[in-house]
């Protein structure tokens, strides 16, 4: 009886890890292209996530509806925020770029704490409790729901990059900058086109967190924090590495949280990217240092 | 000391006594609130000083300081809370245990190869790792929280720490200009000059025969060690230790403020930064509580702002330009 248990939890962490993956993917784009390290990353997931709760309470609306709706506001709002403020901080030292985005972060965050204040908001969907009982093994709707939802946007992202002339364009930048601008390409265009990607996975990825967590100002950090741990573990810059990195996460925490103590899961997770900054930095799928 | 004196010009001299004099004489005029407001900008301008040597002079990006503060504030508080052993003693082992954590991250980060931002990711896990275990220490509170006794008997008792603001204001000052001193000295010693070689090309500095790895580990760990001292004083200061407050992500960046605000790797940069920050932080609660909102957000929406402007606007910060501005600034130091 108890590996259906276990299956159960491994199962959950794995639906709830793709969710964390798509967030973690939009980190890992922006840093492979444009080489900034977002900060302020785990705060725009919890815009995101107040931006769906307040939707769905107000007109009803599911958050897997509006996450697309959501997606192009955050691709705006990234390209503009790329193309107004942080163009000019590319190719400056790295931690005149991280002190901008902390910045921004705190802004972010502080922001929704003055607007929504503290306490935590659960959305309450309808079908929160439904489940498909499979054999012993029961799994959520929701989480299946926004799992398939995450894989259909990062597949799509995979092909968009792989087979659109931007794609082609945008992955060219981030191979070798100086060839990209030589053969005249606008790479400041390409940037803000990449940082919008990156913001429109955070703004899904944050639609599709409200069905399964209750949206706080405090989760802004830990969600930023998270990210990185994925983002890391699977290879910084890799898009496959960021799915992946989300995937053992996602499993790792729902694994300590049911065997040790929930509010140790945290713990675990800094201490893997502890281990893989040290040993392995690259990530796993990560292709340089 | 005497040849950091004579090392002034006469300028500098000047406005260095004056405001010397204003900070020891402060105490006559100012009351209690401003009393507290400048014991706040002095602590600041010292831990902003500790996480500045680390950064400003060796190049090394931390964003877990919280880590030291908290150590050191947790590791005195509980020697006094479990034993009775004063501050005075205390801080000798609250230096020990978080030079200690220095070394761990430093020997991590350095003898990896972890560098840059992946460096300020291990200071940031290495923090809230810390938090997390932390809030589960059972005999340091938890995440309940351990608190100090205040008791009346006590409070005379400067030695221990126990007393009121003034006690306090004058410690902070001591160990403002502690900092300051200590860093004009590590500036122009042997030391320093490793450290700007390996804040700015550190294969260069490599190739020139400097044992890059002993520098930046020196530096992490005067870093490591001043900071706790910081965090002795913090834990006596508000009798009040969270897990969740002192270890907190916010307080790392809290305490990098002042001296990126005030100009990185400069000596006087997060003394400057301090007096600019806290003052106008202060003055923004007390605008919007006169205001009637009650939005404990606001302040760090302020600081975020600034962040992000000053970084935009002065990316060397503000006392690079006001030394020129003052005159002082042929040989800034």
Not at chain 1, 139 to 156: M, P
Not at chain 1, 215 to 236: C, E, Q, R, W
Request: glycine share 12%.
């Amino acid at each position: 009886m108890t590996w259906s248990i276990y299956l159960n939890v491994v199962i959950q962490g794995v639906f709830t890890g793709l969710v964390y993956g798509l967030m973690a993917l939009g980190l890992s784009v922006i840093f492979g292209v444009v080489r900034v390290v977002n900060f302020a990353h785990g705060e725009f997931a919890v815009v995101a996530m107040y931006v769906a709760f307040l939707l769905f309470r107000a007109l009803g609306l599911d958050p897997l509806v509006t996450m697309l709706p959501i997606a192009a506001l955050f691709f705006i709002v990234g390209f503009a925020l790329q193309a107004t403020l942080i163009n000019s901080f590319v190719g400056r030292p790295e931690h005149d770029q991280f002190i901008l985005l902390v910045g921004i972060a705190i802004i972010v965050l502080n922001g929704l704490l003055v607007l929504f204040g503290p306490d935590a908001r659960p959305a309450n969907l309808p079908y929160a409790f439904d489940s498909y009982a499979i054999g012993p093994v029961f799994i959520d709707k929701v989480r299946i729901y926004s799992a398939v939802a995450a894989l259909a946007i990062a597949s799509g992202l995979f092909a968009f990059f792989r087979y659109t002339a931007t794609g082609t364009a945008i992955r060219a930048c981030a191979d070798n900058l100086t060839g990209a601008a030589v053969v005249g390409l606008n790479v400041k265009r390409l940037y803000a086109i990449t940082f919008g990607i990156g913001l429109a996975c955070v703004g899904a990825a944050g639609a599709l967190m409200v069905t399964i967590a209750d949206a706080a100002p405090s989760l802004g950090p830990a969600y930023t924090l998270l990210a990185f741990i994925i983002v890391i573990v699977g290879g910084l810059g890799s898009m496959a590495g960021a799915l992946v990195g989300g995937l053992l996460i996602g499993v790792s925490e729902a694994l300590s949280g049911f065997l040790i103590e929930p509010s140790m899961k945290s713990m675990f997770s800094f201490a893997l990217l502890i281990a893989v900054l040290v040993l392995r930095p690259r990530g796993l799928m990560g292709r340089r240092a | 000391m005497i040849e950091l004196w004579r090392g002034l010009e006469p300028r500098q001299r000047g406005l260095l006594l004056g405001l010397i004099v204003a900070l020891v004489a402060a105490p006559v005029v100012a009351d209690r609130y401003l009393l507290s407001v400048l014991t706040l900008i002095l602590y600041f301008a010292y831990v902003g000083q500790a996480w500045n040597l680390m950064m400003g002079f060796a190049g090394q990006l931390s964003l877990g300081h919280a880590l030291y503060v908290g150590l050191g504030a947790y590791v005195a508080a509980l020697l006094w809370f479990w034993f009775g052993i004063g501050p005075w003693l205390g801080v000798f082992a609250a230096v020990a245990v978080a030079m200690a954590a220095g070394a761990i991250v430093g020997w991590l980060g350095f003898r990896f190869g972890v560098e840059g931002v992946y460096f300020a990711l291990l200071t940031i896990a290495a923090a809230e790792f810390t938090r997390v275990a932390f809030d589960h220490l059972g005999f340091a509170g938890g995440s309940g929280g351990l608190f100090l006794p205040y008791e009346e008997r006590r409070l005379g008792e400067w030695w221990n720490l126990r007393g009121g603001q003034l006690l306090f204001y004058y410690l902070a000052l001591f160990l403002a200009a502690g900092g300051v001193v200590l860093a004009a000295r590590l500036a122009r010693s042997r030391l320093g000059y490793h450290w700007l070689a390996v804040r700015e090309d550190e294969r260069a500095a490599r190739s020139l025969g400097i044992d890059a790895f002993r520098a930046k580990m020196t530096a992490v760990l005067v870093s490591s060690g001043m900071t706790a001292v910081g965090g002795v004083f913090y834990a006596f200061y508000y009798n009040n230790l969270f897990p969740g407050q002192i270890f907190d992500i916010g307080r790392s960046i809290e305490l990098l403020l002042a001296p990126i605000v005030g100009g990185l790797g400069t000596v006087f940069g997060p003394v400057v930064g301090a007096f600019i920050l806290t003052p106008l932080g202060e003055g923004l609660i007390a605008l919007t509580q006169r205001l009637g909102i009650d939005a404990p957000g606001v302040k760090a929406i302020f600081y975020g702002l600034t962040l992000v402007v000053i970084i935009y606007v002065r990316p060397s910060g503000v006392w690079p330009w006001l030394a020129r501005l003052l005159g002082v600034g042929g040989r800034a130091p």
